[in-house]
């Protein structure tokens, strides 16, 4: 059974940083695309990254140079490291994984892939 825990969440000011933790388990890590994806309340879901089986990332535009996802398959973990964070980066932040590295994952439509975590809320107060 595939489990995601996310970690790391917390509140934080604005032009600060965060580090997010999601491990995976019940199944072969390295060979899912993981990424993550944003949700607050009264605004629509956002794709905020996603990283590939070999390592290639993708990003939404809102968070390009901000943020910056990476994996440890050794640990299987997946990381998000929040730099420069503002106000509208206040969501609530959910893990995903997927085997199958398809068109979900390069329009970061990532609430629709196979499985997510239970999320991690992040809290940027201006």
């Known amino acids: 059974q595939v489990q995601l825990v996310e970690s790391g969440g917390g509140s934080v000011q604005s032009g600060g940083s965060l580090r997010l933790s999601c491990e995976g388990s019940?199944?072969?890590?390295?060979?899912?695309?993981m990424g993550w994806f944003r949700q607050a309340p009264g605004k629509e879901r956002e794709g905020v990254a996603g990283?590939?089986?070999?390592?290639?990332?993708n990003y939404g535009d809102s968070v390009k140079g901000r943020f910056t996802i990476s994996r440890d398959n050794a640990k299987n973990t997946l990381y998000l490291q929040m730099s420069s964070l503002k106000p509208e980066d206040t969501a609530m932040y959910y893990c995903?994984?997927?085997?199958?590295?398809?068109?979900?994952?390069?329009?970061?439509?990532?609430?629709?892939?196979?499985?997510r975590g239970q999320g991690t809320q992040v809290t940027v107060s201006s």
């Open positions: 019940g199944y072969t890590y390295s060979t899912y695309c």
């Open positions: 995903v994984a997927d085997p199958n590295c398809g068109l979900l994952f390069r329009t970061l439509e990532l609430w629709s892939v196979g499985y």
């Open positions: 990283i590939n089986k070999d390592g290639t990332t």
